[in-house]
């Protein structure tokens, strides 16, 4: 199919084999040709024995591969720059993990790179812009609806931080996802950080300054104050909650965007399955595909269908009858057991 | 790609052709490969130039396109039982929109032409197994961590119903997706119906009893209680609260899973990022295949990838002096506007 | 003080103790001047030394204790009917906890006597009525805002039941309450009940018929579902869902009543800190009372009162000057240790 | 009846005037023996004509009036000090509304004049500490449960300022109650505040700094930041999250306090219909009241006690028989209307 795009996945770790399975599974419209890691066992374990791959050590070898037309970047941030300029020269689309380079002076030199080919090419991966919660709080702000955004409250925690996680990389690894999410839901640019430290937390790695309360002002006049505690315990909480003019807006707090204006708090209603649903119809179709490529099925089966259909008829005959209907079924082929 | 699975499609209404732009985007794995429709401009519009399809007006015709190995249900019910026999005949895996077929009788003929070739080739598409909140449930009841199960209450609403639409509908179009729930949530057949119709809703379509109360009695002695509800005017909303011996769980309520057990409301909390960001990762990697088969990007420029970089080394610094620190930006290349 | 309606609580156990306690607290304009039990030890313990208070054994003595212009019936229901019918002859307004008598026979009894004087003195102790959800709730319906309502769902869930509490009881002691609620809330007579058993749950004690389904029809064309389990281990919870012509609208559910409309979830919020503190305000005044009726204070201090004052002072320096300021607290005396 | 605690109202503005309306209806154990306010007027309208009360133009008068053995201070804040030293002079205990006094220097000597009597007679009125959110919150954080709390996050929003409400009046008048709020549930002074100003609001009064976002650091190293926002437009909002080294909890967000520990997301649920109730039990008793000190009665019925009977004796029928029972009623006397 000379239509799927064929893509090089550089950097086979936890994130670059994650993009492996995805493409090819939630993602269509592309096929991974090319896998490279320094670790070419690690690349051949996430390429799982897929016809077509090829496995490269280097990965400008494999921006080089046969069928390469656009790259994805999972390797670690050091090795960026490299890869960045070198698709560039290619003129190949490459999607980029944060952070774009380790610091600005390489990031800088990434843009300056791109702005003289003067066409965009590159992605970076700051995934919350695609997080339905943060796009449906997105398209509210860009509404005008509430008036202008005066602060956003974010709240970033993790259960337990990895090993030699250090008091800067709480701002540059985990805060990085809200320096962008507040740049791009106030459009406006960050102009100052202050960064205060209560007593950490008895529970976070000896010398770790967990948490911290990062706050930026911006250009627009707006503030932003960032909680990241990075060894809470308890789980994975992402929340943000914009206050407005004329009312405020709150994601990520286990339930639909809330909605606080003119006396209430709001919740949309979904107004269609398709929307509902969505997931639904896509994983069982997915699961389809998986069984059907073994010639077999799984899932709700024929019986279901039958025993549906014989209640639904019990069901017509108690509505029109205004009685209790038992439901009488044929007998279970052993094929259903 | 030989190893991508044909697909023939058949039925290119509502449904049908958002089977059809599923495989290819959200679905991997797969490739459509026939589409049939009756009105087979329909069925051109919903293949929309993809290269390497065949239309067909006649279904059985489809089946035997080449490269067709697995079929996609999606006509109306009443052409169901034809297309899954010859689909049985030729041995090939179908997926078959619910209704199986339009009555318990020809859905029984369906189950032995099955259950004569010894392997399950059908899957019917009740879709609400595969919906995250119901896999929970289903997963907590097996558990048995609540006990058994003693009811069930279910809310089904629709914002109207479509034109034609008539009582007994109710049940054997709307009411069918918890028959099925509710036979698998329970694992238990359904054994007697009794419908109660109270004053039908002004704002129902003349002579449309709606809304209904279905009561379900089960094999294992469990009550399900089922509210249809097809113009309620505000939403689509689908609930489910199990009521077992030891604790409750409710699932649809614009929120997680809530499980009220030993003197507490608890919901879970998301444990990490590739979990609670799941579909984010998937949209973005979407987003970035879209605009990369064009040659392009879009989404977090490079750009973007600099402030974030900029502000987070003021971070740093704010970090480490213990004062508000400045973010000094380069000028913005034009390309990023 | 004159004024102060003189009542005669008639039941020493759970609740005219809780009666008694709760005249003279939480509820002014009334004492507590006459106490009876036939367990006259219970009585006494029930006015815990309050002057006064006369104590009886008999139910009747008391109404005729001096002083006495109301009575508060707390007694066991057997009991009920006669002193409600002494209380008429005398002309005494009289407060009866639910049930009115044990059955609809003597409660009509009660009935005709009542309307022979030709004016009310008998207020029944349904207090659902007077849940600021329910009103709240009663209030959107009488408003004909959703349009006409179709159904109640109610759940009425008990940890456990009581000793010797019987099948028949779930429907005449505990769903009482629903019926009275349903009764009121739709402004209607209930005209048809039907009562479906599910297999009881295991924790139930032997025999007991527990949870059940309990179903009213009413004169108005709606239909109750009433879920009763008095041993769901878990909790108490009542919750009641109101489902109109064009909106539903939700109490008992752990938080403000949800009103669905119009493709929204909306919650009131509190418009002033009257309402959403109106019980901390009373509170407040409830403890200093107690405390100053001993001559002394308790709850917040000078000191705190001073520490505030210190505190916002800084803060008023910060907000001008734009900078960290740091807070001088003087030495705090030993009084507030 | 001796026992009443007598009470002097100093000032009949808006708070005063709740609070003559408190004593002797949510409050009990006190009366109102005599008010105070420079606009006599104003004080008669709050007296209302209830037998017994003084009217004073001055506050120290009232203090003298025959009766007087307590005073509530809820004059204007300037008012303050001088009365407060009267009460401790008489030996008085004394309920002042916040704040003590207009500034620290004053609100010492207050202070300290209470010290030398040796004993507490000032109750100021911080009242979030009786809110029954606040009060389970401090429990939990007493607790140890979570461990050391590490950051509050406080927002504090009102629908409109009053007239000549300054910048300043948000941190001393608005903040000062989470400056209680704080220094209570952290059991901790605190020792600087720093306060951000992000541009104001459009709908804010010119020249009024709305919103501000003022940071507190505490002796015990935790951190606390106040969203105060007193033109929000959409409600009056008063919530507080605490983060603890191994959990969150989180009052006053339209739903029972949440805690998050451990995986999961929590809230109690009332385990006992008393709790759950209090409040409704204490509305319908002193509804009764009310009704009966005019002789009669309203709310719930005989009727209804009647109607309640008959619809549970058809329902114990309905259960033991296993079908549909029709209720009979009685002709409804024209009383019951």
Same mark, same amino acid.
């Given at each position: 199919?000379?239509?799927?795009?064929?893509?090089?996945? #550089?950097? =086979?770790?936890?994130?670059?084999?994650?993009?492996?399975?995805?493409?090819?599974?939630?993602?269509?419209?592309?096929?991974?040709?090319?896998?490279?890691?320094?670790?070419?066992?690690?690349?051949?374990?996430?390429?799982?024995?897929?016809?077509?791959?090829?496995?490269?050590?280097?990965?400008?070898?494999?921006? =080089?591969?046969?069928?390469?037309?656009?790259?994805?970047?999972?390797?670690?941030?050091?090795?960026? @720059? @490299?890869?960045?300029?070198?698709?560039?020269?290619?003129?190949?689309?490459?999607?980029?993990?944060?952070?774009?380079?380790?610091?600005?002076?390489?990031?800088?030199?990434?843009?300056?790179?791109? =702005?003289?080919?003067?066409?965009?090419?590159?992605?970076?991966?700051?995934?919350?812009?695609?997080?339905?919660?943060?796009?449906?709080?997105?398209?509210?702000? &860009?509404?005008?609806?509430? /008036?202008?955004?005066?602060?956003?409250?974010?709240?970033?925690?993790?259960?337990?931080?990895?090993?030699?996680?250090?008091?800067?990389?709480?701002?540059?690894? !985990?805060?990085?996802?809200?320096?962008?999410?507040?740049?791009?839901?106030?459009?406006?640019?960050?102009?100052?950080?202050?960064? #205060?430290?209560?007593?950490?937390?008895?529970?976070?790695?000896?010398?770790?300054?967990?948490?911290?309360?990062?706050?930026?002002?911006? !250009?627009?006049?707006?503030?932003?104050?960032?909680?990241?505690?990075?060894?809470?315990?308890? /789980?994975?909480?992402?929340?943000?909650?914009?206050?407005?003019?004329?009312?405020? =807006?709150?994601?990520?707090? &286990?339930?639909?965007?809330?909605?606080?204006?003119?006396?209430?708090? %709001?919740?949309?209603?979904?107004?269609?399955? #398709?929307? %509902?649903?969505?997931?639904?119809? &896509? %994983?069982?179709?997915?699961?389809?595909?998986?069984?059907?490529?073994?010639?077999?099925?799984?899932?709700?089966?024929?019986?279901?269908?039958?025993?549906?259909?014989?209640?639904?008829?019990?069901?017509?005959?108690?509505?029109?009858? /205004? !009685?209790?209907?038992?439901?009488?079924?044929?007998?279970?082929?052993? #094929?259903?057991?």
């Amino acid at each position: 199919m000379s239509d799927l795009l064929g893509v090089a996945v #550089l950097g =086979a770790g936890h994130m670059g084999a994650d993009h492996v399975r995805r493409i090819g599974t939630t993602v269509g419209g592309a096929r991974v040709v090319a896998v490279a890691d320094p670790d070419t066992a690690r690349a051949e374990a996430a390429v799982a024995g897929r016809a077509g791959v090829s496995v490269h050590g280097d990965a400008l070898a494999a921006l =080089a591969a046969p069928g390469v037309r656009a790259a994805l970047v999972a390797s670690p941030e050091a090795a960026h @720059e @490299e890869v960045l300029l070198a698709a560039c020269a290619r003129g190949l689309p490459v999607f980029c993990e944060k952070p774009l380079t380790p610091d600005a002076a390489s990031s800088f030199r990434v843009v300056e790179a791109e =702005a003289r080919l003067g066409r965009r090419l590159i992605q970076v991966g700051f995934m919350r812009r695609y997080d339905a919660e943060y796009a449906a709080l997105k398209s509210l702000l &860009d509404s005008g609806h509430l /008036g202008r955004p005066l602060m956003l409250h974010c709240r970033h925690r993790n259960v337990a931080s990895p090993p030699h996680f250090t008091s800067e990389m709480l701002i540059s690894s !985990s805060v990085s996802h809200e320096i962008d999410a507040a740049r791009w839901l106030l459009g406006q640019e960050i102009t100052a950080v202050t960064v #205060l430290r209560p007593t950490p937390s008895g529970d976070a790695p000896q010398g770790l300054l967990d948490p911290q309360l990062v706050l930026f002002e911006t !250009s627009g006049g707006a503030l932003v104050d960032v909680e990241i505690f990075v060894n809470c315990g308890f /789980g994975y909480e992402v929340r943000c909650e914009a206050v407005c003019e004329r009312g405020s =807006a709150q994601v990520g707090d &286990d339930r639909a965007m809330a909605v606080h204006f003119t006396g209430q708090a %709001r919740q949309d209603v979904a107004q269609d399955y #398709l929307v %509902r649903f969505a997931d639904a119809y &896509d %994983r069982e179709v997915r699961a389809w595909v998986t069984a059907a490529r073994s010639g077999g099925a799984a899932g709700p089966s024929a019986w279901d269908g039958y025993a549906a259909a014989a209640v639904a008829e019990a069901g017509v005959r108690a509505l029109r009858e /205004g !009685s209790r209907v038992t439901v009488e079924l044929a007998e279970r082929p052993g #094929l259903y057991g």
